[in-house]
């Protein structure tokens, strides 16, 4: 295993990734919130992340399924404030990634991140395994709601037309995975001979077990701090994704 830091050796080990890529038959990129750093959405645990604000309760407690339904509007205070991401950007690597899909290497993005910005790019194959900011329902009569109901909506408390409060579809802390997506996720990190994962302190359970499903040939991991699980793969860069993938040509697949 070797773990590149900016700089040493860099090439050699970029083209080795750029080499894989273009033998891989069946390429899954599993991320989290360092994907969206490059477009201004803070994560959770760098330096400037949102653990690291000044909070009487922390975010973790706040966005837990307990605190929704205990605190409600202290919950849509900070979720309108902080988890507002409607009005970014895509990154060159939400865009790199789409482009490695549309040439058919890559198959799935698997994301921890609700802020829908893959789609917005324009991948197609996305796997939101905590949910998405754009999707809302009523709790008790189900209606879907969008995104501007919640952040645009005057009330504190964002509520349906049959007075059931609304709920953004994104998986509180305390609360299980879609089994759906989850199975899906399994599976095509089964599938894969090369898992791209990146931006991700592999810490958040149970995504961060996605990794033990992976058999297949080269495990790579590109993340700017050390990861839980940096052991574990066959290549590990502690840099931006932007400076990885930045360099790395696409070819179409044959
Ligand atoms: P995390 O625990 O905050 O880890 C992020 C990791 O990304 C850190 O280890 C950083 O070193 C690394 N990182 C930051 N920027 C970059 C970059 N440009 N290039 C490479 N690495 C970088 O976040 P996880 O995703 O591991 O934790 C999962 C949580 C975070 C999920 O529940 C998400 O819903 C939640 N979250 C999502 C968003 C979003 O949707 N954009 C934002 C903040 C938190």
Request: overall charge negative.
């Amino acid at each position: 295993m070797a773990i590149i830091q900016v700089g040493d050796y860099m090439k050699e080990q970029i083209l080795l990734l750029e080499k894989w890529i273009g033998e891989a038959n069946h390429i899954v990129f599993f991320g989290g919130a360092g994907v969206s750093t490059e477009s201004g959405i803070p994560d959770f645990r760098s330096k400037d992340g949102l653990y690291s604000l000044n909070y009487p309760v922390s975010p973790e407690t706040i966005l837990s399924h307990r605190y929704f339904y205990q605190n409600t509007k202290e919950f849509f205070r900070f979720y309108r404030d902080k988890m507002n991401s409607t009005i970014y950007k895509p990154n060159s690597t939400h865009y790199f990634l789409t482009k490695l899909e549309k040439v058919g290497s890559l198959q799935c993005i698997i994301t921890q991140n609700i802020d829908g910005l893959h789609t917005k790019a324009g991948s197609e194959n996305v796997l939101e395994l905590h949910g998405s900011i754009y999707h809302n329902h009523c709790t008790q009569c189900n209606t879907f709601y969008t995104e501007k109901n919640i952040f645009e909506s005057k009330d504190e408390i964002p509520t349906c037309i049959c007075g059931g409060i609304i709920k953004p579809d994104v998986v509180l802390y305390g609360e299980t995975l879609d089994t759906n997506v989850w199975k899906q996720a399994t599976k095509h990190i089964q599938k894969a001979d090369l898992l791209i994962v990146g931006g991700t302190s592999l810490t958040v359970y149970p995504a961060s077990d996605l990794i033990h499903y992976f058999k297949g040939k080269n495990l790579v991991i590109i993340n700017n701090d050390p990861s839980n699980h940096d052991d574990k793969a066959d290549l590990v860069f502690h840099s931006k994704l932007s400076d990885i993938f930045s360099t790395i040509k696409i070819s179409e697949k044959r």
